[in-house]
């Protein structure tokens, strides 16, 4: 499904998106989503509306490159015709699928990575050991510079005590292990005997694996048996997409104030902003994206980082 964006300079783009949602409400879908924030479904495709500082932002996605043109010149003559007092721009950008959307395109994305702190030997070791053993679903390891990126969330946030849901071969608990304290807990859930087995000797090797609970089972049923009460400084979510909504439920409440939730693969390759893409992973995730922006509990920011990391804080 082709998607196209527009970014419209402005100063006052909440009026543009309460006018948009109220007057095409009469012909489409159109509701909030939030505060500046809302979604137009036209038949053919919608139009999610975001209002930032100084600019209003429009993401049109529809079946064909015809309906994406109408629903284009529907929000374009909408807004023009409600800016009396201003000229506006609105500049689409070319049509792109979803699932050749670049998060950050290529080069920065090299050069990025080239400016992090590389992983050490065990860690190294682990990732060439894991594609040994595991073939292609060694893609699903966490790369080098997401692992940095989660030691030093962990030991920013001063965690202790720490959930880990999709453990793999063991990558990210041992960044997140390494990152806790001598008597830091993390309680690590995965199905898989299997896998987690060749995380087990470099656990012991980095002298963390008395720090890691290793829990096989499903991860809900896992979180759902520990006490309700916050007890929890940090969490990472990395497992099957369609529980994320559930994981998510569950471990909120479980994270004391100050502690933070990670999220891995907000974007599926893109597939969040393409309507085209409705299979249970792609709802699921839009579901938990959606509902985290909306947490009043939390401060939510999405990183382009990969294929899309959110780090929510629990107020
Ligand atoms: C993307 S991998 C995790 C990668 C890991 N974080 C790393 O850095 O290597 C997803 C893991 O989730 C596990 N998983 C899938 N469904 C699960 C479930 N219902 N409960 C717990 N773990 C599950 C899989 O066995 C797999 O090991």
């Not at 010149?73 to 050749?100: K, M, Y």
Request: with cysteine.
């Amino acid at each position: 499904m082709p998607l196209s964006t527009a970014h419209v300079v402005t100063d006052r783009p909440d009026r543009y998106v309460k006018q948009l949602i109220s007057h095409l409400g009469h012909k489409a879908a159109a509701e909030h989503t939030g505060t500046g924030r809302g979604t137009i479904t036209f038949r053919s495709g919608t139009c999610s509306l975001l209002s930032s500082p100084q600019e209003l932002v429009l993401i049109a996605a529809a079946a064909d490159l015809d309906s994406l043109t109408g629903i284009q010149d529907v929000i374009t003559r909408h807004l023009l015709r409600f800016a009396a007092q201003e000229e506006l721009r609105v500049d689409w950008s070319d049509p792109v699928s979803g699932d050749a959307l670049e998060i950050v395109t290529p080069a920065a994305e090299d050069y990025l990575r080239a400016h992090c702190t590389p992983a050490g030997q065990l860690l190294t070791e682990l990732a060439e050991t894991t594609r040994e053993a595991t073939g292609r679903a060694a893609g699903m390891q966490i790369a080098a510079d997401e692992g940095t990126l989660l030691e030093m969330l962990v030991r920013l946030s001063g965690a202790r005590r720490a959930i880990e849901v999709g453990v793999f071969t063991g990558y990210s608990s041992l960044c997140i292990a390494s990152a806790l304290p001598a008597d830091g807990y993390l309680l690590a859930c995965d199905v898989s005997t299997e896998w987690t087995a060749i995380a087990r000797p470099y656990w012991q090797r980095a002298n963390v694996d008395d720090r890691i609970d290793l829990r096989i089972g499903p991860a809900l049923d896992t979180l759902r048996a520990l006490p309700a009460e916050p007890a929890f400084d940090f969490a990472f979510i990395d497992a099957d997409k369609g529980n994320y909504p559930g994981y998510y439920e569950e471990i909120v409440p479980r994270l004391v104030p100050g502690g933070l939730l990670v999220l891995d693969n907000v974007f599926l390759g893109g597939r969040v902003l393409d309507p085209a893409f409705q299979g249970d992973d792609h709802q699921a995730m839009r579901r938990v994206n959606d509902a985290l922006a909306r947490d009043q509990r939390l401060d939510v920011v999405m990183l382009p980082v990969r294929d899309g990391v959110t780090l929510a804080r629990r107020r």
